[in-house]
């Protein structure tokens, strides 16, 4: 519709009230198997791989087990948040030499000089070995059904494949992933089911000898040579020194809400970074939320000035800490925050932002509860819709392309080095209330490089606006990025009917706005809210799914 057309605002999405137990995720069979485990006994751990496990099945477009993931951990019994990196890391033998060596100014989106060791599976072994109660074989079960005997193509997965199958070209290893996703040398048709041996296969090994089979022994070499095969780097001894990171949340304070998020490679840092940018303004007065945004341009206009801030310090200090110093506090401190602050006009858009190197994006968010109060937030990730496009037929595996985020520049902070973790998109978050102890809310999305900006519009819209976490989720978003791979952060997208004059008013302060369809072309949110204190303080749970997606939320 166009502007000033005065549309009904979004209807939000359907709040799922339970008190024990509520699971959040982008597919509706992802969902329902958490749930399920849940029901059995599970903790809040199991059914977050379940529900991963699954989404590795049908949503293979956004994660699998060729991936990467960061976890937030509340552990109602010891009373404490955890981070857990199960983020991935170079071949011992990248180094940007090597890469230059082969003709390359960049690494590809496509092939295999973007694939970083998979994390995803090295996590689910740590965290289930700590809080799992659950065997493997119940938690993976509903995976393994789906892969074996089937589940029908939902038009997410259709548009993905097809969209895909092009970029890959005719390199030899884009024969496994049209082996694997096209089959029947078309596009699959709506409802037409979708079977996986190969994959189902590879998930029962996992259930039957441990998640660390698949960096261990021969399953880890084969993953290994395939990898070789396709013309990466990696060895088998790379698969099999890779391990996980247990970390310590970062947060900082929004108008007295703790908001916490994994502290870096991931990109929470650049989050609460433009919370605390945020912070020193104010909505204009008069301005309200609804379920069509903010009813003033004024607001959404400090938030893109904020994020393109904070774009400029991603691209200049996110990294692995392992190989270089990321300054969190500094980024984290309120005296930087108000530095920032005072370069933004209120009235105009700068029309020339820092330029910044794009980030690799593609991303499933899911979130889980259980009856005793333990919480998960999950961002689980394969990269770029299927990642770097190989795909190895004989386990089922596709992986990820993580690495193309990795620079040529040896100078550069982000420069890629053996064994090293690339900064990332991606960002779990919790929200605690002040004196509060438990969470409040649980909640992520995926989104790219855009998802610190969704993470802060959801919590302006609950802090700032009071709105309620399906009218927040749901709302149309605004967001800056940028246009090219190293680029001005100018390009401003919408998506949805924000509220009328907005988008007017955005360009009138200069902002290039674009609209986009609302089906999660930017990004998928979800969140579970802990009332009064949620299951472990005789509370209850309200939890929403992202109408942008082809989930649902669950409650027990």
Partial sequence: ??????????????????????????????????????????????????????????????????????????????????????????????????????????????????????????AWSDVHARWGRLSRAQVLAAAIEHAEAGFPAWDGLIGAVEATDPSLGDAPWAAGFRQVWRPNGRPWRPGEIVRL?????????????????????????????????????????????????????????????????HPPNSSGVIALEILNIL?????????????????????????????????????????????????????????RAGDLAARIDPRRADPSPTPVRTLVGGTIYLAVVDAEGNAVSLIQSNAAGFGSGVVDPVTGVHFQNRGASFSLDDAHPNVIAPRKRTAHTLLPGMLFREGERRPWIIAGSMGGD????????????????????ATAVAAPRITVEPDD????????????????????????????????????????????????????????????ADARSAGFAAVR
């Fill in 1 to 122: 519709m166009p502007e000033g057309s005065g549309a009904p605002a979004l209807v939000p999405a359907r709040i799922a009230r339970g008190a024990r137990g509520a699971v959040v995720a982008p597919h509706h069979l992802a969902t329902s198997a958490g749930l399920a485990v849940l029901a059995a006994g599970g903790s809040a751990v199991d059914a977050a791989i379940a529900t991963n496990a699954v989404l590795g099945v049908v949503q293979p477009n956004g994660c699998g087990i060729g991936g990467d993931a960061f976890w937030l951990v509340w552990d109602e019994q010891a009373g404490e948040q955890v981070a857990f990196n199960g983020s991935g890391r170079a071949p011992a033998a990248a180094t940007a030499a090597a890469m230059r060596n082969l003709g390359l100014d960049r690494i590809p989106l496509r092939g295999p000089h973007g694939i970083t060791v998979p994390g995803s599976v090295r």
């Fill in 197 to 261: 041996p190969a994959l189902a296969a590879t998930l029962r090994l996992l259930a039957d000898e441990g998640f660390d089979a698949y960096y261990d022994g021969p399953l880890g070499e084969r993953i290994a040579a395939a990898l070789a095969a396709a013309g990466g780097l990696h060895t088998a001894q790379d698969l099999r020194e890779h391990r996980s990171t247990w970390g310590t949340p970062i947060s900082t304070t929004y108008r007295g809400v703790r908001v916490t998020s």
């Fill in 279 to 335: 912070e020193r303004f104010s909505p204009p007065d008069g301005a309200r939320f609804d379920g069509r945004g903010w009813s003033s341009a004024a607001w959404p206009h400090l938030q893109l000035e904020a994020a393109k801030l904070a774009f400029a310090d991603r691209d200049a200090l996110l990294t692995d800490p392992a190989f270089r110093d990321v300054p969190v506090e500094l980024l984290l401190s309120k005296e």
């Fill in 450 to 469: 855009i998802q610190p900006q969704i993470h802060v519009g959801l919590v302006s819209a609950l802090v700032d606006g009071g709105a309620d976490i």
């Fill in 485 to 544: 791979w190293l680029a001005p952060p100018l390009a401003v997208l919408a998506d949805g009917e924000p509220a009328r004059g907005v988008l007017d008013g955005l360009r009138a302060m200069g902002h290039h706005v674009r609209a986009v369809p609302y089906d999660g072309t930017l990004g998928h949110g979800h969140a579970i809210e802990l009332v009064d204190g949620g299951p472990a303080a005789d509370g209850s749970l309200a939890a929403v």
